[in-house]
């Protein structure tokens, strides 16, 4: 995760010199005026629907938790509803389309199970299964291993069970 995040201002002066590079271009085929009449009203747009779309993900959320429904699948529809809005909000012409590309419901069911599934990888499988329900499991047919492996909850010695004392393997 640490390595992650030292990309981080890479990719912003990365999008800062795209949104710049695309703003020149639309301004030489548009029109300089036209092409800041376009980022504003996009970014008012935006301004608009941040606001329609955290009162829907609040909503969903409300209702998932009054029927006693895993609120995750609401969750990750608002944020992603909410991130969109974001980035149609922030002044930029290629930000502005991903925000519109993330509001189109396909596309956003889609970044919602990307969302989903990177929650599922970095939570306990006991908190997925508070945010997201049961998980449904592939299970392919094959040979079933011979060997489980040691498990925790089984004493190393038998003997030691018997007695209450827990021998942990290798002391």
Same mark, same amino acid.
């Given at each position: 995760m640490r390595r992650t995040w030292r990309f981080v201002p890479l990719g912003l002066l990365a999008g800062l010199v795209a949104e710049v590079a695309v703003f020149v271009l639309v301004g030489r085929a548009i029109g300089f005026a036209w092409?800041? &009449?376009?980022?504003?009203a996009a970014s008012l747009a935006g301004l608009l629907l941040l606001r329609r779309e955290g009162m829907r993900a609040w909503r969903g959320f409300r209702v998932s938790v009054e029927s006693h429904q895993p609120p995750g699948r609401q969750l990750t529809d608002g944020l992603v509803g909410l991130v969109g809005a974001l980035l149609l909000a922030v002044?930029?012409?290629?930000?502005g389309v991903?925000?519109?590309? &993330?509001?189109?419901?396909?596309?956003?069911?889609?970044?919602?199970a990307g969302v989903q599934r990177a929650t599922e990888r970095r939570v306990s499988s006991m908190v997925a299964g508070d945010l997201f329900g049961p998980r449904r499991v592939r299970v392919y047919p094959g040979a079933p291993s011979t060997d489980p492996g040691p498990s925790p909850q089984?004493?190393?010695?038998?003997?030691a069970a018997i007695e209450g004392e827990?021998?942990?393997p290798g002391r």
């Open positions: 092409a800041v &009449l376009v980022v504003f002044p930029g012409l290629v930000s991903v925000g519109v590309a &993330l509001l189109v419901p396909p596309l956003r069911r889609l970044a919602g089984r004493p190393a010695d038998p003997a827990i021998v942990e």
